[in-house]
């Protein structure tokens, strides 16, 4: 299988700050690689898919880089509404695998 | 719009079998993967199997002993039974539809239900 690993684990951050979460493969994934946020009671949501493409209706303060084995998510001014967990995912090759998840929380 | 609703028992016992529904609405469950995922409390999320609408399945090598999922598309349904419980099984439980593009379903998931908890539990 695959290993995601994504740092950090844990966020602290102020509105209108930039934030950005890594992402890493334990092998080359090309660009198969999407972000989700999850907040609590809620179905989770998919931001960007293929590395870098925006999913229709994502604030495109959003963004997504890189290829092979190293991604970033960053969102460029936080706003309270971003304040969830946030989970990386291959889509390379099955069993699909997850990141362990990153908690932006509110300094 | 398309909505995924995740059913269940909500507790069941140990070596028991646990059955699962996801009912989409507001769409065709046709030309589309759909998938099930899990996270146990405390941990990651874990991809567990994946259908497609021809009835080709795929699963995670860690589970497939144990699981198997079907699709209903007369009812819309979704279903995945999961066999010989323990309380490592414990988890929020998803449904979800991998996105396609042009045709082309590349493994994402752009649709998700809620989730629905199942605790493993003499």
């Known amino acids: 299988d695959i290993q995601m690993t994504q740092s950090p684990s844990s966020l602290s951050a102020s509105v209108g700050d930039r934030v950005t979460i890594t992402c890493r493969a334990s092998?080359?994934?090309?660009?198969?690689l999407n972000w989700y946020q999850r907040k609590p009671g809620k179905a989770p949501k998919l931001l960007i898919y293929?590395?870098?493409t925006l999913q229709s209706g994502v604030p495109s303060r959003f963004s997504g880089s890189g290829s092979g084995t190293d991604f970033t998510l960053t969102i460029s001014s936080l706003q309270p509404e971003d304040f969830a967990t946030y989970y990386c995912?291959?889509?390379?090759?099955?069993?699909?695998?997850f990141g362990q998840g990153t908690n932006l929380e509110i300094k | 719009q398309v909505q995924l609703q995740e059913s269940g028992p909500g507790l069941v016992k140990p070596s028991e079998t646990l059955s699962l529904t996801c009912s989409v609405s507001?769409?065709?469950?046709?030309?589309?993967?759909w998938t099930w995922i899990r996270q146990p409390p405390g941990k990651g999320l874990e991809w567990i199997a994946n259908?497609?609408?021809?009835?080709?399945?795929s699963y995670n090598p860690s589970l497939k002993r144990r699981v198997t999922m079907a699709l209903d598309a007369s009812r819309n349904q979704l279903s995945l039974r999961l066999s010989s419980l323990t309380a490592a099984d414990t988890a929020v439980y998803y449904c979800?539809?991998?996105?396609?593009?042009?045709?082309?379903?590349?493994?994402?998931?752009?649709?998700w239900g809620r989730g629905t908890l199942v605790t493993v539990s003499s």
């Open positions: 259908i497609y609408n021809s009835g080709s399945t």
């Open positions: 507001g769409g065709s469950i046709s030309n589309y993967y």
């Open positions: 092998q080359t994934i090309s660009s198969y």
């Open positions: 995912q291959q889509s390379y090759s099955t069993p699909y695998t």
């Open positions: 979800a539809r991998e996105g396609c593009t042009s045709g082309s379903c590349n493994g994402y998931f752009d649709l």
């Open positions: 293929a590395s870098s």
